[in-house]
Nanobody
Framework: VQLVESGGGLVQPGGSLRLSCVAS????????MGWYRQTPGNQRELVAR?????????DYAASVKGRFTISRDNVENTLYLQMDSLKPDDAAVYYC??????????WGQGTQVTVFS
């Protein structure tokens, strides 16, 4: 299993970013997937998840609902997170993994999101 996240960066409050996660080593469309985030000294939290196969079911943490959109491309084996109206509290390292139960030991390097004024 390999999960490679990208798309993070520096953005001002109110700005947008689109994260990508390219997955390999498993049959991507068979698994529910999610985006997690972690800040220093805190545990990773699941912020968005999408169901297996056609991804017709999504769920979001209350803190990001209405601002973030998760999607998947099963042809490209890629998971996306569109983040709009970013806030300073959204600053974190973002990871993708299976969801709702993540695969411990298979975390990628993550992608850093920094929101600054």
């Amino acid at each position: 299993v390999q999960l490679v996240e990208s798309g993070g960066g520096l953005v001002q409050p109110g700005g947008s970013l689109r994260l990508s996660c390219v997955a390999s080593g498993f049959v991507f469309h068979l698994y529910g997937m999610g985006w997690y985030r972690q800040t220093p000294g805190n545990q990773r939290e699941l912020v968005a998840r999408i169901s297996r196969e056609n991804g017709d079911s999504t769920d979001y943490a209350a803190s990001v609902k209405g601002r973030f959109t998760i999607s998947r491309d099963n042809v490209e084996n890629t998971l996306y997170l569109q983040m709009d109206s970013l806030k300073p509290d959204d600053a974190a390292v973002y990871y993708c993994n299976a969801a709702p139960m993540s695969w411990e030991g298979y975390w990628g390097q993550g992608t850093q999101v920094t929101v600054f004024s």
